[in-house]
């Protein structure tokens, strides 16, 4: 039990003794003093005055005195204003920070048999294209929280849906059969999720153009802006101004009602876009020839893929397909429509109504039959219920699909699926680099093969500059230049609130200065020196100290922090938050820098004063390592 849950215990038994009445966990308050206060925790009086009916100092007392008399940790109280600060002894830190350092698995909690089963969602790549840097946010937060999830004593199961099917896989496969003259990926050097996303690059430039010229043959058909002469920028500032304090006037609002209504013309006609929509009724009907083509990029794409996994140290236990899971959900909503659970208008397009949740119809399936998202996540989440007895589902998807997940769940729900009010969507923000926003489709996004690499690259010229590595064979170093990348990389994207969105500056994640991976790292790097050390001057470390010794205020300070690390545990998995577990790590790493620089360890004269010291740097090591781990940072021994 921890001494939270220790005191809270005395708390209830003293006010059952002391007022001879009941009260329950959220009466009986603990909490962790404030620095500015002399204590360790703080018992929250004010709730319990009208059991006591006395003032806070003497029911602070009263309680206080019960406490030290029947817990042997406590060592002194002090009660200002409604807040009783219990003193734990200086014994019960060493003998804590004794037990810490044998413990490896120090902050987690262990599965057990009955263990609820998590299964959490993350990466949903499309193989249209390469994973890019809002990929890796994703992945790195859904990895993560795997991780912490396992670490609070669930069963966890990590899945993927590759999303392998719809228009934009037939946009790539279409340009090329136009443009590529039977290129592959080892005729032209290239991992195949690259060749196919070049491929959907060109689809829509060859688009842009259909599009424009649909556009200048149809304009005079457009009364409002026949003799328009540069209609893009003209559709761009009336959109703008529609969203303006200004708005438009009567004139400007038939103008953008004309442009919207030719543009989208434009887009729905373009020979281009007909050709992928008819590959795509072709591939549904299981054409031999669209599915062969299809087939065998898909493959191009998953290799790739692996490799991208492989460089970002993610994984998965059971990927799903949505060329596998739409089949299910159209088989679904059509069993739905029979039921009357959704309707089908004069076009033939199925809808379910939502209006009685506060939200709008939704489309379930076009009037050509073919699936949208909605339907292969319905098809989805039915085969991983099949597959998995889920006590919780978590999709790790971007808070620009709130509204997706809202009408997923409440669809599941009118299917008569029990388990469909129960699904976590984990909307987390966007990230972009300095310079602003990617777009896939016009190639601007920033290739995560490519940002890992520079990532490398860029921690193996600070390295040599700085010296880091002397010493180091070619190999030992390469492993370490990784080590520092990923840790940097991993760490500034984790460390930011998952549901805030971010800029990601790799100069700045990478320094070994600050609230960086790499600088939590050599800290860890540095706690395994000194052992290194100690054994290179045949100084023994003995686990076993003094409970006896005096600690100061630094080394009480730490004590503490570690101690608190399975409330850091506990909480980041409450609140589905890597950052906590984030910042915790640096703000420890921080305050051992701090008692490195002023405490002797190795030169330090009184033996029982040095073990002590051994033994708080071996736990902070630990403590820093399944910190690290839960966010999926490796932490090297040397550095």
């Known amino acids: 039990m921890s001494i939270e849950n220790q005191l809270r215990s005395r708390l209830i038994t003293a006010v059952k003794e002391l007022y001879n009445q ?56 002090n009660i200002v204003k409604g807040f009783l600060n219990i003193e734990l002894a200086a014994d019960y830190w060493l003998n804590l920070i004794n037990e810490i350092a044998l413990k490896d698995q120090f902050g987690y909690v262990e599965a057990k048999e009955d263990s609820p089963l998590m299964m959490i969602e993350y990466s949903s ?67 195949g999720d690259h060749l196919v996303g070049d491929f959907y690059v060109k689809f829509d430039k060859e688009y842009k153009i259909e599009i424009a010229q649909i556009i200048a043959d149809k304009l005079s058909d457009y009364s409002a802006i026949k003799d328009t002469e540069d209609f893009g920028a003209l559709h761009k500032s009336l959109k703008a101004k529609k969203k303006s304090k200004e708005g438009l006037n009567e004139v400007e609002a038939a103008q953008l009602e004309a442009c ?27 054409d031999e020839e669209v599915y062969a083509d299809w087939k065998m990029m898909n493959e191009w794409v998953y290799a790739g893929f692996d490799v991208s996994y492989k460089k970002l140290g993610v994984d998965f236990d059971k990927i799903y397909y949505e060329s596998d899971t739409y089949t299910v959900g159209r088989d679904m909503v059509l069993g739905g429509l029979e ?45 991983r219920f099949d597959d998995y007895d889920i006590d919780k589902m978590v999709y790790v998807v971007g808070n620009e699909q709130d509204y997706h997940f809202k009408v997923l769940s409440l ?75 990923l840790g940097a990389l991993k760490y500034f994207i984790l460390k930011v609130d998952p549901r805030k969105n971010m800029t990601f500056n790799p100069e700045e994640s990478i320094d070994f200065n600050g609230n960086t991976g790499p600088f939590i790292q050599y800290t860890h790097a540095r706690i395994q020196s000194i052992f290194r050390k100690a054994a290179d001057q045949g100084v023994t470390v ?5 409970t006896s010794v005096a600690i100061d205020e630094k080394e009480n300070n730490l004590i503490k922090m570690i101690s608190n690390f399975p409330n850091i545990v506990a909480e980041a998995g409450k609140t589905y938050s890597p950052a906590v577990i984030a910042n915790y790590a640096y703000d420890l790493a921080k305050e051992y820098n701090q008692f490195y620089h002023d405490h002797y360890i190795l030169t330090e004269e009184d033996k029982d004063i040095m073990q002590m010291r051994f033994v708080l740097s071996k736990s902070v090591g630990k403590t820093i390592k399944n910190a690290m781990f839960l966010l999926g940072v490796d932490v090297p021994e040397k550095m």
């Open 22 to 77: 009941d009260i329950n966990e959220k009466q009986a308050q603990v909490q962790i003093t404030r620095k500015d206060l002399k204590g360790d925790f703080t018992i929250v009086v004010f709730p319990l005055l009208k059991i006591s009916k006395k003032s806070p100092e003497d029911t602070g007392i009263e309680i206080g005195e019960y406490i030290k008399a029947n817990e042997e940790s406590v060592a002194a109280y």
């Open 260 to 286: 919207d209504e030719l543009a989208k013309y434009a887009e729905n006609n373009a020979p281009l876009i007909l050709e992928a929509r008819e590959m795509l009724r072709k591939w549904e009907a299981k």
């Open 542 to 546: 003995d686990e076993q100290l003094n």
């Open 411 to 485: 669809v599941l729900d009118k299917l008569g699926f029990n388990w469909g009010k129960d699904l976590q969507h984990f909307s987390y923000g966007m990230v972009e680099l300095p310079q602003g926003k990617m777009k896939s489709r016009e190639g601007t996004v920033v290739d995560a093969d490519d940002l890992v690499d520079a990532m490398v690259n860029t921690a193996r010229d600070m390295s040599k500059e700085l010296g880091k590595l002397d010493g180091y064979t070619d190999e030992e170093a390469e492993k370490v230049y990784k080590m520092i990348a």
């Open 339 to 383: 039921k009357g659970t959704f309707n089908k208008r004069e076009d033939g397009s199925v809808w379910v109504d939502l209006s009685d949740k506060g939200l709008d119809e939704k489309l379930l399936l076009r009037k050509d039959g073919t699936s949208v998202y909605m339907t292969q996540d319905i098809g989805t989440a039915k085969l």
């Open 125 to 191: 790549p499309n193989t249209n294209k390469p994973l890019h840097l809002g990929h890796i946010r994703n992945n790195l937060l859904g990895y993560s929280l795997s991780r912490i999830a396992t670490a609070n004593g669930n069963k966890v199961v990590k899945t993927n849906i590759v999303n392998d099917r719809g228009i934009h896989i037939c946009k790539s496969m279409l340009a090329w059969k136009k443009w590529g003259e039977g290129i592959t990926p080892e005729s032209s050097g290239k991992k």
